[in-house]
């Protein structure tokens, strides 16, 4: 399938005040988005995503490199016709309904007046918004603002969507909500770009991410590739002996009433814990492997550079 992104070698430099002076925010940046997927853009706070979106949807113009979207240069105009956006803290207009919102939108994009009632309806109910439609926007908490701006990204009916921390400030519900209508968009067809810097948002929705930490892409891929199998230890909860009588076995890493937490890091000791467990007359409340998980990953990453 084409690529609905394509970046390669990417730079920014912005200036430093009003001395001649710049400082490098994107240093060669390259990756791809396929069509159809949903592509999470993960990376600490100032590493650089809204640089790189400004830079694809033209606001910004970078020092170098190229950029395209959906096979065209996104120097041409017309390359960002196929684009919804969802900026990182948009700003609506208090005084209007959601319907007046999306009304109002969809006039910037001169749809016609069946076709953009439709499609407002659509949307309206693909988010969530059916019932609030028309109350004003000021009336809205965060997450139902958050889901007019995700339909107000849809409203050109785009191949692409962009957007920016959807996530951002959300409760666990909220964003959950938001997760969902992302997954609907793209069971809509739609190719969706989105950055976070929250791993799970990511891990449980994208089908490949890129991370960038201080400028550089430092890794990219499908999500099953990126993270192993690997055990990284296995967790065991005791009842009933003291941590000392593990020593050697595994680390304790805490301790409370008659429990252990322990965590053994050789494989082939978590058989001589079950039967000192059982010798000991132990109880045994609980055993996990623990596998390698996109968190581990990014944090390696994020220390490390
Ligand atoms: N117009 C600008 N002039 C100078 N420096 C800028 C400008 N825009 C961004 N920067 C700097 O570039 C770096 C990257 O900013 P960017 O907004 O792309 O980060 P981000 O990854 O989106 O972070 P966040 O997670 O906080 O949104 C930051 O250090 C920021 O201060
Ligand atoms: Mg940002």
């Known amino acids: 399938m084409a690529d609905a ?29 396929r069509e159809g997927e949903i592509f999470g853009y993960l990376g600490p706070n100032g590493a650089g995503k809204t640089t790189t979106i400004k830079c694809l949807l033209g606001l910004i113009r970078p020092d170098a490199g190229t950029i395209e979207i959906l096979g065209r240069s996104h120097l041409s105009p017309r390359s960002r016709e196929p684009l919804g956006f969802l900026p990182e803290n948009p700003y609506f207009y208090d005084y209007l309904t959601a319907r007046e919102f999306l009304a109002f939108t969809a006039d910037l994009f001169g749809l016609g007046r069946r076709e953009k009632e439709d499609r407002i309806r659509r949307l309206l109910a693909l988010v969530g918004l059916e019932r609030a439609a028309d ?8 997450g139902m603002l958050q889901r007019a701006g995700l339909a107000q990204a849809l409203i050109n009916d785009p191949k692409l969507v962009i957007l920016d921390e959807p996530l951002g400030g959300m409760d666990p519900i909220g964003r959950k909500e938001i997760r969902d209508i992302i997954v609907r968009f793209k069971d809509e067809g739609k190719t969706v770009f989105f950055t ?15 991370i960038i930490v201080g400028g550089r892409i430092v890794k990219e891929g499908a999500l099953r590739d990126l993270v192993s199998e690997r055990v990284l230890f296995t967790e065991a909860t005791v009842a009933g002996l003291p941590p000392a009588a593990f020593a050697g076995l595994g680390e304790s890493v805490s301790a409370q009433g008659d429990r252990v937490l322990l965590r053994i890091f050789d494989e082939s000791k978590v058989d001589k814990v079950l039967d000192l467990v059982r010798g000991q007359k132990g109880r045994l409340l609980s055993l996990s492997p623990r596998t390698e998980t996109l968190e581990d990953i990014f944090v390696e990453t994020v220390t490390r550079t």
């Open 5 to 33: 992104i394509r970046i390669q070698d990417l730079r920014k430099n912005f200036r430093l005040g009003f001395i001649p002076k710049t400082r490098e925010i994107l240093k060669g940046i390259t990756f791809a988005v």
């Open 196 to 210: 976070s810097h929250i791993l799970q948002d990511i891990e449980m929705i994208c089908d490949r991410v890129a």
């Open 135 to 142: 109350l004003p926007l000021r009336k809205y908490s965060r």
